[in-house]
T-cell receptor
Framework: NAGVTQTPKFQVLKTGQSMTLQCAQDMNHEYMSWYRQDPGMGLRLIHYSVGAGITDQGEVPNGYNVSRSTTEDFPLRLLSAAPSQTSVYFC?????????????FGPGTRLTVL | SQKIEQNSEALNIQEGKTATLTCNYTNYSPAYLQWYRQDPGRGPVFLLLIRENEKEKRKERLKVTFDTTLKQSLFHITASQPADSATYLCALDGSSNTGKLIFGQGTTLQVKP
């Protein structure tokens, strides 16, 4: 099993550009989420999904879109990049067994917006 | 407002000693709390989960306590080793049965030989 994979590992964008961060998992987990991590701020939830076709907003959703057409994939779209979106982005997945359990994280995407 | 706080200052201890990290929360009634380890440049890795009806959980050299009255969890690493040096994050379920986690900002542990 590859676990949770994220591409790209690094990305530099100019202000106003759009892009999609890819996330895939091969563990058949129902739950997937996107976080951003900034120095001193910990991980903040952007969007999450409890299954294919179902998504919801987290703590910091503005400027980001998600969709979940399959169990495996959960891409994060930046509509018009801003310098405030410079961060490290982590995707995670989790299974449900009488309650949600441990989250499995991907290696992260380091994004810089100039 | 809901808040999770971990010691933002790094914790420096000598090899062989017990490290104790604190996670405090306000305005939550979590069903469970989780602890993760994060190494530089990597994603967090799950360590332990403790449920609201459990006072203590152990896994090898790790021990977690959960006091819902004090709204606090303590994370202990006994007989610490330099390889335990990392950032440790606590996380609570943000709302019932959604899998949505709210993370603390993490505490960096440095174990010196």
């Amino acid at each position: 099993n590859a676990g949770v994979t994220q591409t790209p590992k690094f990305q530099v964008l100019k202000t106003g550009q759009s892009m999609t961060l890819q996330c895939a998992q091969d563990m058949n987990h129902e739950y997937m989420s996107w976080y951003r991590q900034d120095p001193g701020m910990g991980l903040r939830l952007i969007h999450y999904s409890v299954g294919a076709g179902i998504t919801d907003q987290g703590e910091v959703p503005n400027g980001y879109n998600v969709s979940r057409s399959t169990t495996e994939d959960f891409p994060l779209r930046l509509l018009s990049a801003a310098p405030s979106q410079t961060s490290v982005y982590f995707c995670a997945s989790s299974y449900y067994s009488g309650g949600y359990n441990e989250q499995f994280f991907g290696p992260g995407t380091r994004l810089t917006v100039l | 407002s809901q808040k999770i706080e971990q010691n933002s200052e790094a914790l420096n201890i000598q090899e062989g000693k017990t490290a104790t990290l604190t996670c405090n929360y306000t305005n939550y009634s979590p069903a469970y709390l989780q602890w993760y380890r994060q190494d530089p440049g990597r994603g967090p890795v799950f360590l332990l989960l403790i449920r609201e009806n459990e006072k203590e959980k152990r896994k090898e050299r790790l021990k977690v306590t959960f006091d819902t009255t004090l709204k606090q969890s303590l994370f202990h690493i006994t007989a610490s080793q330099p390889a335990d040096s990392a950032t440790y994050l606590c996380a609570l379920d943000g709302s019932s049965n959604t899998g949505k986690l709210i993370f603390g900002q993490g505490t960096t542990l440095q174990v010196k030989p």
